[in-house]
């Protein structure tokens, strides 16, 4: 799997949007780009995931660059809730292998 | 969507006793992973669980020490065996969904060793 690399940590004002970035400047023509969040010590929750095309789902939209070589998630309108650690993972589809979480980025949303 | 639970959801531990933790999809899955979360780290793969094979693991993790079972394809063990403080940790158990490409987590199960 391409390794990615996301900011370490970001903050972002309640009701704004947050907007994510994610370095995927090896990713492969079959690997998708999949989201996941944690919240404080719950198991990682499943966002959104895309090949090619942006993707937009009732959590967060997801903008995939031309060249794949890097994305944005987006949650429009951020609320406290969505304070979390976000792992951006190139990974190829329905492999059968695991996922391989990097360090992540902390979102801190404030009132 | 699948929905994963486990059990126990959290425990604490005397040193050198062993726990197994329970992981229950609600539905048939291939595949099942188990993973390890250290106090402020990130998850860290511990051992992939095929139905009616042998779990393969991930270096640095043996066999001996975090033992495994996958009686079915709804079902699978992780046994933490004659634990120290330092497996203290939150383990996870994840699974693949083919109808929807996505693996879904378990809640997790928080352990202390003391």
């Known amino acids: 799997d391409a390794k990615t690399t996301q900011p370490p940590s970001m903050d972002c004002a309640e009701g704004r949007a947050a907007n994510l970035p994610c370095n995927h400047s090896?990713?492969?023509?079959?690997?998708?780009v999949y989201w996941y969040r944690q919240i404080h010590s719950q198991g990682p929750q499943y966002i959104i995931h895309?090949?090619?095309n942006n993707e937009t789902n009732e959590m967060a939209s997801l903008i995939i660059t031309e060249d794949r070589k890097s994305s944005t998630l987006i949650l429009p309108h951020a609320t406290l809730r969505d304070t979390a650690v976000y792992y951006c993972?190139?990974?190829?589809?329905?492999?059968?292998?695991?996922?391989?979480f990097g360090k992540g980025t902390s979102l801190l949303v404030t009132p | 969507s699948a929905v994963i639970s486990q059990k126990p959801s959290r425990d604490i531990c005397q040193r050198g006793t062993s726990l197994t933790i329970q992981c229950q999809v609600d539905?048939?899955?291939?595949?099942m992973f188990w993973y390890r979360q250290q106090p402020g780290q990130s998850l860290t793969l511990i051992a992939t669980?095929?139905?009616?094979?042998?779990?393969?693991?991930e270096s640095g993790f043996v066999i001996d020490k975090f033992p495994i079972s996958r009686p079915n394809l709804t079902f699978s063990t992780l046994t933490v065996s004659n634990m120290s403080p330092e497996d203290s940790s939150i383990y996870l158990c994840?699974?693949?969904?083919?109808?929807?490409?996505?693996?879904?987590f378990g809640p997790g199960t928080r352990l202390t060793v003391l």
């Open positions: 669980a095929n139905q009616g094979s042998e779990a393969t693991y």
């Open positions: 994840s699974s693949d969904s083919r109808s929807t490409d996505t693996q879904y």
């Open positions: 993972i190139a990974y190829f589809s329905n492999s059968g292998y695991a996922l391989n």
């Open positions: 090896t990713i492969s023509g079959n690997e998708y």
């Open positions: 895309g090949l090619k």
């Open positions: 539905s048939q899955v291939t595949m």
